[in-house]
């Protein structure tokens, strides 16, 4: 068992930029890879971003490429989802989830999931 914990979420104004961490307890989080995904009111959960531990390839939805960057912190063990140049549209719960692929856009695919976290981008 994994849990993954999200923190970095708030308030922030268009053109801003947030940091988003993951981390885990419980089995090794390294062994998984790890995604970040978003959910809208109303709205099915989609995809963000993935990274493997041990890997340099990284997978981003096209609505963010170029802006968000996502990368590993060896020290703390921790994902970090850094956003930037921040819209509206970016306006949702945030999820960390690990699982055994990164190449993996569906929801269903990945194994465990934290609690989430709010951003808010405001016009």
């Known amino acids: 068992q994994v849990q993954v914990v999200e923190s970095g979420g708030g308030l922030v104004q268009t053109g801003g930029s947030l940091r988003l961490s993951c981390t885990a307890s419980?089995?090794?989080?390294?062994?998984?890879?790890v995604g970040w995904f978003r959910q809208s009111p109303g709205k099915e959960r989609t995809f963000v971003a993935s990274?493997?531990?041990?890997?340099?390839?990284?997978y981003y939805a096209d609505s963010v490429k170029g802006r968000f960057t996502i990368s590993t912190d060896n020290n703390k063990n921790a994902v970090l989802l850094q956003m930037n140049l921040l819209k509206p549209e970016d306006t949702a719960v945030y999820y960390c989830?690990?699982?055994?692929?990164?190449?993996?856009?569906?929801?269903?695919?990945?194994?465990?999931w934290g609690q989430g976290t709010q951003v808010i981008v405001s016009s």
């Open positions: 989830s690990a699982g055994p692929s990164q190449n993996a856009p569906v929801p269903k695919d990945w194994d465990y």
């Open positions: 990274i493997n531990w041990n890997s340099p390839n990284t």
């Open positions: 419980g089995r090794t989080f390294r062994n998984y890879a």
